[in-house]
């Protein structure tokens, strides 16, 4: 079979272009490699414990009252410990660790559960509202129905260099988990 100039062009191009992939392929890996470790790097340092970096007021309300409702619920002592500085800013977190010290594992200054503000609970049409805010701080609102009543709980957030936490919780009734816990 007689080859055309083209042909036997078009051939060695693809000739040279296969053999700079071969050539490459091992760069290649080293660099998909290299792109690998960086994300799972990232991934980790964003998921240690008290860098919950998370984008919203929102999304870190969300994760608290996730957290609550499982095993490993931040509220209860000596797990809040532990927890707790993932959500609580500094003044607020070492007034609820005060309280639960003290009480020695009675009923201590908070006698509810601070975020639902009740005893008993039966939670229906929860939702999470951020409302308008000043630079630095927010608020997020927890609406829900317990037993069947309207409840809407405030959290007062704060910003800072480990992300948004909470500086108070404020209740229907003018009370706020900050009053209480001073008093």
């Excluded at 929102?58 to 209860?76: N, V």
């Excluded at 500094?90 to 005060?98: A, E, G, H, R």
């Amino acid at each position: 079979m007689i080859k055309t100039p083209q042909q036997i062009a078009s051939r060695a191009l693809a000739s040279r272009a296969t053999e700079c992939l071969v050539k490459h392929k091992g760069f290649m890996n080293r660099l998909i490699v290299f792109v690998a470790i960086v994300a799972l790097i990232a991934g980790f340092a964003s998921a240690q414990p008290g860098s919950s970096n998370l984008d919203t007021g929102r999304e870190l309300i969300a994760q608290l009252y996730k957290e609550h409702s499982g095993k490993s619920d931040p509220l209860q002592y000596p797990a809040s410990k532990k927890l707790l500085p993932n959500y609580f800013y500094k003044p607020l977190l070492d007034l609820y660790l005060k309280d639960q010290e003290a009480s020695k594992g009675e009923v201590g200054k908070i006698d509810f559960d601070p975020l639902y503000d009740a005893q008993d609970v039966e939670i229906s049409d929860f939702n999470l509202v951020v409302l308008p805010n000043k630079k630095g701080s927010g608020y997020v609102a927890a609406r829900f129905k317990n037993m069947g009543v309207d409840q809407e709980i405030i959290f007062a957030l704060e910003r800072t260099k480990m992300g948004w936490r909470i500086a108070d919780i404020q209740y229907k009734d003018r009370r706020s988990l900050w009053k209480i816990l001073k008093r």
